[in-house]
């Protein structure tokens, strides 16, 4: 959940009508939501990329954090997973949920080992036969070569990973990118976990590859 997106109390009401398990939250601080949230029943799990937001969002009735390394692709900080996870953990109690260059078991465990309780992926789920991407999109992340993502300034003026497709590529829409296949425009956000990725693949192998 973006939340400094226009639409975002229209999106929060339909979490809750719809009665979502948990929603994670990002870009801003979902303190003015909380209560209708958890009138729902629903938990929450802010996204976190430096200790100093996750010191901020645990002054807050959440449920877990998600600790977001700037390996991962889409809106990210400036710390590592391996420098940022240990850092949190060790700051509370909470379930963390470690998120950026997951890839499979050997992943987990080096997380587990730092303090996560979970992980986030994203990148590892988009080569796959089920994914509703556009194909191009796809094939960008199977052809991704170190270093084969770059920075760059989304819309909302943040920086964001993307893949690298030249300086022709502006990265400004999601969307664009999701839907279109615009290389001109789209931001096709992936981690840098996108040079391991070699073939697209049906989703049941990512998850075998993870447990």
Same mark, same amino acid.
């Given at each position: ?21 948990a ?27 430096t ?20 390996e ?8 590592? $997973?391996l420098?940022?996870?240990?850092? /949190? ?9 470690? #998120? &950026?260059?997951?890839? %499979? ?14 992980v ?5 789920f ?16 199977v ?28 990265? $400004? ?5 999701? /839907? ?9 956000? #992936? &981690?840098?976990?996108? %040079?391991r990725?070699?073939?697209?693949e ?10």
């Amino acid at each position: 959940m973006v939340l400094f997106e226009s639409n975002a109390a229209a999106l929060i009401r339909v979490i809750c009508e719809e009665k979502v398990m948990a929603v994670t939250t990002g870009a801003g601080t979902p303190k003015q939501y909380i209560a209708q949230l958890q009138a729902a029943g629903i938990k929450i799990y802010p996204v976190v990329p430096t200790l100093k937001i996750a010191k901020k969002m645990l002054t807050l009735p959440i449920d877990g954090l998600i600790v977001e390394g700037m390996e991962a692709g889409g809106h990210i900080g400036t710390e590592t $997973l391996l420098t940022l996870l240990p850092q /949190v953990t060790a700051s509370t109690e909470l379930p963390v949920i470690a #998120a &950026g260059g997951i890839y %499979d078991s050997n992943s987990i465990a080096a997380v587990r080992c730092l303090g996560a309780q979970g992980v986030q992926a994203g990148t590892i789920f988009l080569a796959t036969e089920e994914c509703e991407v556009v194909p191009r999109y796809k094939k960008f992340i199977v052809a991704a070569s170190n270093p084969g993502t770059t920075i760059k300034k989304s819309n909302a003026g943040l920086s964001a990973r993307v893949l690298d497709l030249g300086e022709n590529n502006q990265a $400004l829409s999601l969307r664009d990118a999701v /839907v279109k296949g615009n290389v001109v425009t789209g931001a096709f956000m #992936a &981690g840098q976990v996108a %040079d391991r990725i070699k073939r697209i693949e049906p989703l049941h192998k990512v998850f075998e590859r993870l447990l």
